[in-house]
T-cell receptor
Framework: GAVVSQHPSRVICKSGTSVKIECRSL??????MFWYRQFPKQSLMLMAT?????????EQGVEKDKFLINHASLTLSTLTVTSAHPEDSSFYIC?????????????FGPGTRLTVL | QKEVEQNSGPLSVPEGAIASLNCTYS??????FFWYRQYSGKSPELIMS????GDKEDGRFTAQLNKASQYVSLLIRDSQPSDSATYLC????????FGKGTTLSVSS
């Protein structure tokens, strides 16, 4: 499958700090990137969708001023969790969608586990 | 509201058996369907995609699609303990719409 990298894989930070997570599609151009969050034993929750060069579209209930998304190129998207608090502790997963074999397929990065103390 | 429904399980099968995972979706015009496997603490991994009615086979995995019944399934033949994971059914829209996942446990 296609490769999507995510960095860092794990971060522990103090309450009130900001955390930046990078997501890169390594072997295809991602027309669209998605950011998901997953709490323990729960399903994936879509936070936002971003297209290269455009503002991200946030799902209902996701604060756009808290979760800043930048999709600077067809291979890079970043999520910044601003002023993180313990309730933001979660598993954040990016996903990139691109065209392969005539169809759009979506691949996931390995995820970033965020712990806010 | 577009929905994807899966039985949460757990589905338990002995090693070597066939595991059958089922999924229904609500949006009749959906065209693209995917199965992802997620191990505990890891991100989802795409294992099958299917776009046309019928069966699609890839190794031990067979995906089946019936658009008239709005039904997608995944069969895993010769199940192995390493297949124990949560299997997510997803339907393509603006973004993928995921079911809650079915937990599969394969006992040796």
């Amino acid at each position: 499958g296609a490769v999507v990298s995510q960095h860092p894989s794990r971060v522990i930070c103090k309450s009130g700090t900001s955390v930046k997570i990078e997501c890169r599609s390594l072997d295809f151009q991602a027309t669209t990137m998605f950011w998901y969050r997953q709490f323990p034993k729960q399903s994936l929750m879509l936070m936002a969708t971003s297209n290269e060069g455009s503002k991200a579209t946030y799902e209902q209930g996701v604060e756009k001023d808290k979760f800043l998304i930048n999709h600077a190129s067809l291979t890079l998207s970043t999520l910044t969790v601003t002023s993180a608090h313990p309730e933001d502790s979660s598993f954040y997963i990016c996903s990139a969608r691109g065209r392969r074999g005539g169809y759009n397929e979506q691949f996931f990065g390995p995820g970033t586990r965020l712990t806010v103390l | 509201q577009k929905e994807v429904e899966q039985n949460s399980g757990p589905l338990s099968v002995p090693e070597g058996a066939i595991a059958s995972l089922n999924c229904t979706y609500s949006d009749r015009v959906s065209q693209s369907f995917f199965w992802y496997r997620q191990y505990s603490g890891k991100s989802p991994e795409l294992i099958m995609s299917i776009y046309s009615n019928g069966d699609k086979e890839d190794g031990r995995f067979t995906a089946q699609l019936n658009k008239a019944s709005q039904y997608v399934s995944l069969l895993i033949r010769d199940s192995q303990p390493s297949d124990s994971a949560t299997y997510l059914c997803a339907v393509a829209g603006t973004a993928l719409i995921f079911g809650k996942g079915t937990t599969l446990s394969v006992s040796s």
